[in-house]
């Protein structure tokens, strides 16, 4: 699958806000002056980069798989970064959200094509 500039431009932008959220855990409440400039400066670029990607992909499509792309690597970085306890819990969340970001694409998908 080839990804238009569009898609493109939305991995960017959750590279950003993975790296982002990564470094406001490591502020520790903003108290470590470096990780909590890396992270608004993480967090400006991703909601820049977002601007454009709403140009070409539908709002609730991209926000579904930003923040669930989001939730999931961050869950991930946690558990073997930060040794965050896996449980079934989220576990299981991780999937639903997953499922989520499908069934929108794909009715996104749907809808496009009858029009």
């Known amino acids: ?21 990564t470094m406001l855990v490591l502020s520790n409440g903003f108290s470590k002056v470096l990780p909590s400039v890396l992270s608004v400066l993480g967090y400006a670029i991703c909601f820049y980069i977002m601007t454009y990607v709403f ?8 926000y579904a798989i930003w923040s669930g792309i989001g939730i999931v690597a961050i869950n991930l970085i ?3 970064a930060f040794h965050t306890p896996i449980t079934g819990g989220r576990f299981m969340g991780m999937w639903f959200i997953v ?15 009858q029009l």
């Open 1 to 21: 699958m080839i990804l238009n500039n569009g898609y493109k431009k939305l991995v960017v932008a959750i590279l950003f806000e993975i790296f982002a959220t």
């Open 99 to 113: 499922a989520g970001v499908v069934v929108s694409h794909i009715n996104d998908r749907k809808v496009v094509r």
């Open 55 to 62: 140009r070409t992909i539908k709002m609730g499509v991209a």
């Open 78 to 80: 946690g558990i073997f």
